[in-house]
């Protein structure tokens, strides 16, 4: 036992001799060790802390109303973890922060060559987070002619899940500089319109009520609120048919 250990300390001793310098610091292979747990127990922290917060915001939540909000501040709560940590671990690791201006001008290079994407579309993260303009649940339809439920805002990208439940990611900048049309921004509820036609003279009244009552079967319409009760509309004449819509509201749950 006593050998080994006395293996081990000559091999950390001579490990220090194995360093590189970047600029004026001088980084050997010991920090590095003691990087990657230390990136594991900040990737760990932002996760549990993002966690905490949603948890914590389900909790004191009004129904479902303030959970957006509990998962904006999760979000940037991890990254301000991530951050922060990052700047910690590298002080205690003997790396002076203040020194990493030729770090700082390679990603400023690295930036101007092609990572500018992902940092807008991390901005754009940012600012859909603060600005709660979209938030989890809310269903979008892209400028590009994505629609679907938003499901995820992550750091890149937003995952949207169309009504065929294809999950498609797409750049948080895109929210952010194209046009979007959220259908339940302030509203909980949304209106669908289905179209069908029937033969020339078909009662209209008789299709008015086979419409409403085959809608009142369907789970999630909305049949209890006489604002947004189901109706009927005829809409055109067509070549062979009446054209009409079943004008129906469904709630978001």
């Known amino acids: 036992m006593d050998e080994l250990t006395k293996t081990l300390e000559r091999a950390w001793q001579w490990s220090e001799s194995l360093a ?4 004026t610091m001088r980084i050997d292979v010991r ?11 900040i990737l760990l922290l932002g996760r549990f802390t ?11 939540a009004n129904g479902d109303a303030a959970y957006p909000a509990a998962y904006a501040f999760g979000r940037i709560s991890k990254y301000v973890v991530l951050v922060l940590g990052a700047m ?38 940012i600012i859909l987070l ?14 590009s002619g994505v629609r679907g439920k938003v499901v995820e805002i992550a750091m890149r990208y937003t995952r949207v899940s169309t009504n065929d ?13 194209g046009r979007v049309t959220n ?22 009244e008789q299709v008015k009520a086979a419409g ?22 005829l809409v055109g004449f067509g070549d062979s048919a009446l054209n009409f819509e079943l004008v129906v509201w469904v709630s978001r749950k």
């Open 130 to 143: 603060t600005e709660r303009s979209l938030k989890i649940g809310d269903f979008v339809d892209l400028q």
């Open 20 to 23: 590189f310098t970047v600029g």
């Open 31 to 41: 920090q590095l060790v003691l990087l990657v747990p230390l990136v594991l127990l």
């Open 212 to 233: 409403i009552a085959a809608a009142k079967k369907i789970e999630g319409i909305i049949v209890d609120d006489p604002r947004r009760a189901p109706d009927v509309w």
């Open 88 to 125: 910690i671990g590298l002080d205690m690791m003997g790396l002076d922060v203040s020194k990493l201006a030729l770090v700082g001008g390679a990603i400023g290079v690295g930036i101007g060559f092609g990572l500018q994407n992902i940092v807008s579309n991390f901005v754009s993260g």
């Open 183 to 204: 259908w339940t921004f302030d509203e909980f509820n949304r209106r669908i319109r289905v179209s069908f036609g029937v033969a020339y003279g078909t009662d209209k």
């Open 50 to 60: 993002e966690r905490a917060v949603q948890r914590l915001g389900k909790r004191f």
């Open 165 to 177: 439940l294809v999950d498609i990611l797409v750049p948080n900048s895109e929210f952010v500089n």
